[in-house]
C-alpha cells in the first residue's frame, strides 16, 4: 500500500484548503482513510477518519464544522477540506489507511502511511 499526500501549503487565518491523499496497492473500498497533523515538538494526533464504502466519519473537536473527510472510489483518493482555517491548523498533516473494521473509526492507530504535507497557517 502506497500513499502520496498532497495539498498543503501556506494561507492566511480564515481562508481553505484541500488536502488530497492518492492510494495505489490496494482494494481501497475495503480501507478506513485517516488524515493526523503534527505540530511541532507535539505528538501527532488524529484529526479525521473515513470507512471507504460505508461513509462512517470521525472527526476531532478542534475541526468539527470546520474540515470534511471525503473519499472519490474512481480515483482512490481521500480528501480532507479545510475551512476557517486558524493558526492552531499549522502542522505537518499526514494520511494513513488501515484495512476497515479492524478498529473503531476513532482509533489512531492505522498500519500505512503516506508522507507528510506542510500546512501553515498565518495571522
Known amino acids: 500500500v502506497q500513499l502520496q499526500a498532497s495539498g498543503g501549503g501556506l494561507v492566511q487565518a480564515g481562508d481553505s484548503l484541500t488536502l488530497s491523499c492518492r492510494a495505489s496497492?490496494?482494494?481501497?473500498?475495503?480501507?478506513?482513510m485517516g488524515w493526523f497533523r503534527q505540530a511541532p515538538e507535539k505528538e501527532r494526533d488524529l484529526v479525521s477518519g473515513i470507512t471507504w464504502g460505508s461513509g462512517s466519519t470521525y472527526y476531532a473537536d478542534s475541526v468539527k464544522g470546520r474540515f470534511t473527510i471525503s473519499v472519490d472510489n474512481a480515483e482512490n483518493t481521500s480528501y480532507l477540506q479545510m475551512n476557517s482555517l486558524k493558526p492552531e491548523d499549522t502542522a505537518v498533516y499526514y494520511c494513513?489507511?488501515?484495512?476497515?473494521?479492524?478498529?473503531?473509526?476513532?482509533?489512531?492507530?492505522?498500519?500505512?502511511w503516506g508522507q507528510g504535507t506542510q500546512v501553515t497557517v498565518s495571522s
Open positions: 496497492g490496494g482494494a481501497f473500498t475495503n480501507y478506513d
Open positions: 494513513a489507511a488501515r484495512r476497515r473494521y479492524t478498529k473503531p473509526i476513532q482509533s489512531p492507530a492505522y498500519d500505512y
